[in-house]
């Protein structure tokens, strides 16, 4: 749930501000009282349609920038149709916490994830404010809050974190355990074939491999780490397992994004590949929309079954049952849209290679 469409921050990687979609100016700044409460009638419609479980997420923008009264307003209208066991949860860059928030979320059982990228170094390269400056100092002040809160064994999720190629994992790993995070989810940067990620000298080049490798090594020696799903996702799929992560694995993900103004759309993700891509040509709306009468649709299911690679190298390849292909967003070119292996194929070779080497240390695979 979009339930901002602004920031208060300007990350020079952003996919919604920063890489070509303008769709956000169409938007309300903020969901309104009116969107909140038809959010509410949806998904507790949805809640009875399925039988999955779902899980709601806040997203922007920042969704900090709805403050307290508009925040409280929308969880009391979602806790009135969907039960404490309803998974909620924020994703946020933490510099608007304060401790009435924490105590909100807290009352209406809504976790927190903080996107950080490292120590103060490594954050401020990219993740900076609207004048240029860095953001590590304020989002380790919100850290501070929350690991102090009284509900924070609940509250505190974990990190959010965007690779950067060029800095030392080992830096970033410790650092992260010093702000005692129970988890670390790493994501890849966003490119495609157009406009290859950050660090990224070529298609067929492994810096972050590379980088993945020497976090994977950090990981498995150290006796009490915090939960790196990534990493995890892999290892588990190599022994014949299930992943939790979308773009490893052959595992479905029904995603769907509500806009600011209650409008139905693609992961917003997609907004990497070109202008729109995020949006379906049907103007679909939770104002007049039942949910699963949109998930039903056509073209609600060409756009999931784009998770799904239709690459031949992708699906003739000896780690396709792990890889999955990558995300969409990574798959993109200009000539052959989606048809197409993900711009970290070599990453990924490498770092299930990788994992296979330990797997074979300890007997566990042949």
């Known amino acids: 749930m979009k339930v901002a469409s602004r920031c208060n921050i300007n990350c020079s990687y952003c996919y919604v501000y920063n890489m070509g979609d303008d769709g956000w100016r169409d938007m309300p700044t903020l969901i309104s009282r009116d969107t909140a409460s038809a959010l509410a009638r949806a998904l507790g419609q949805l809640s009875t ?26 969880l009391k209208s979602l806790r009135s149709v969907l039960p404490q066991s309803h998974v909620l949860c924020m994703q946020t860059n933490g510099m608007l916490l304060t401790n009435n928030i924490l105590d909100l979320c807290a009352s209406y059982r809504m976790s927190i994830s903080i996107s950080l990228d490292g120590p103060k170094k490594i954050n401020d390269r990219f993740r900076i404010d609207k004048k240029g400056e860095g953001t590590h100092d304020k989002v380790i002040s919100g850290i501070k809050k929350l690991r102090e809160h009284k509900a924070s064994e609940f509250l505190y999720s974990g990190l959010l974190s965007v690779i950067d190629p060029t800095s030392d994992p080992l830096e970033s790993y410790n650092y992260f355990k010093s702000l005692e995070a129970p988890s670390v ?115 609600f299911k060409a756009y999931h079954e784009l998770q799904r690679t239709t690459s031949q190298t992708c699906l003739g390849c000896e780690f396709f049952k792990i890889c999955g292909g990558g995300m969409p967003l990574h798959r993109w070119k200009d000539t052959t849209e989606y048809d197409n292996p993900s711009v970290y194929c070599a990453d990924q070779k490498k770092l299930i290679k990788h994992v296979e080497f330990y797997l074979k240390k300890e007997r566990l695979i042949n």
Not at 257 to 286: C, H, M, P, Q, Y
């Open 49 to 74: 349609d399925q039988v999955k479980p779902f899980a709601t997420v806040f997203h922007g923008g920042e969704p900090l920038m709805l403050g307290e009264r508009r925040l409280e307003f929308i």
């Open 185 to 299: 989810d790493f994501l890849y940067r966003d490119g495609n074939y157009v406009k290859l990620p950050f660090g990224k000298n070529s298609i067929d080049s492994v810096e972050y491999g590379n980088w993945l490798c020497k976090l994977l090594d950090t990981y498995l020696e150290d006796k009490d780490p915090p939960k790196i799903r990534f990493l995890d996702d892999i290892i588990k799929l190599r022994l014949g397992g299930r992943g939790a992560k979308e773009g490893l694995g052959q595992s479905d993900y029904g995603i769907a994004i509500i806009e600011t103004d209650g409008s139905v759309a693609k992961n917003d993700t997609l907004k990497s590949a070109f202008g729109g891509a995020d949006r379906f040509e049907s103007r679909w709306s939770i104002h007049k929309d039942r949910l699963l009468d949109v998930f039903r649709t056509d073209e």
